[in-house]
T-cell receptor, first 111, second 114 residues
Framework: GESVGLHLPTLSVQEGDNSIINCAYS??????FIWYKQESGKGPQFIID?????DKRQGQRVTVLLNKTVKHLSLQIAATQPGDSAVYFC??????????FGAGTRLFVKA | KAGVTQTPRYLIKTRGQQVTLSCSPI?????VSWYQQTPGQGLQFLFE???????NKGNFPGRFSGRQFSNSRSEMNVSTLELGDSALYLC?????????????FGEGSRLTVL
């Protein structure tokens, strides 16, 4: 069935280091991918997106990489800050009207 | 611009009861999606509505239903509640074009079933 999964459920990084969160997706027909950040007590919030006709997209301190050959997505956060501590979800837009989310990775930033 | 508003924020029910949750999308957004989030799990897609029509549905039993009104506000209903229905129910809106655009989430309705 359709699924978007994450390799690591938790990630702990030192403040100032770079973070990399990985994600695998199963639907090779999906062409739109999004990363969301969820802080405690809040709903998920959009971070960055990428279409399948791209392999890299950069935002402010974040970069998303897409490898369609192996159906892999990653989120890179540069100079990780305590405020980056949250759960990160990758999401895949399937069939137009349905967005499927992965299980999430919890990022801990150590001061 | 007001964000997505969900009510109630917290509620406690007992097994067998039913519950209705409400979602007001961002003004101008015509698509509303509902997700169930349980501890340690990701967000499970429930359904998506656009112009009062359900366009897609997730793998949930028929006890879970929803609707959308002409002003784009949406409600979801869960009947004959079970303990496993305890979860955070999230509503998200977007303008409506398929396969593009971010979802804007509310803060959720946390349902506890005793």
């Amino acid at each position: 069935g359709e699924s978007v999964g994450l390799h690591l459920p938790t990630l702990s990084v030192q403040e100032g280091d770079n973070s990399i969160i990985n994600c695998a997706y199963s639907n090779s027909a999906s062409d739109y991918f999004i990363w969301y950040k969820q802080e405690s007590g809040k709903g998920p919030q959009f971070i960055i997106d990428i279409r399948s006709n791209m392999d890299k997209r950069q935002g402010q301190r974040v970069t998303v990489l897409l490898n369609k050959t192996v159906k892999h997505l990653s989120l890179q956060i540069a100079a990780t800050q305590p405020g980056d501590s949250a759960v990160y979800f990758c999401a895949e837009n399937t069939g137009g009207f349905k967005t499927i989310f992965g299980a999430g990775t919890r990022l801990f930033v150590k001061a | 611009k007001a964000g997505v508003t969900q009510t109630p924020r917290y509620l406690i029910k007992t097994r067998g009861q039913q519950v209705t949750l409400s979602c007001s999308p961002i003004s101008g957004h015509r698509s509303v999606s509902w997700y169930q989030q349980t501890p340690g799990q990701g967000l499970q897609f429930l359904f998506e509505y656009f112009s009062e029509t359900q366009r897609n549905k997730g793998n949930f039993p028929g006890r879970f239903s929803g609707r959308q009104f002409s002003n784009s506000r949406s409600e979801m209903n869960v009947s004959t509640l079970e303990l496993g229905d305890s979860a955070l129910y999230l509503c998200a809106s977007k303008r409506g074009q398929p396969n593009t655009g971010e979802l804007f989430f509310g803060e959720g309705s946390r349902l506890t079933v005793l």
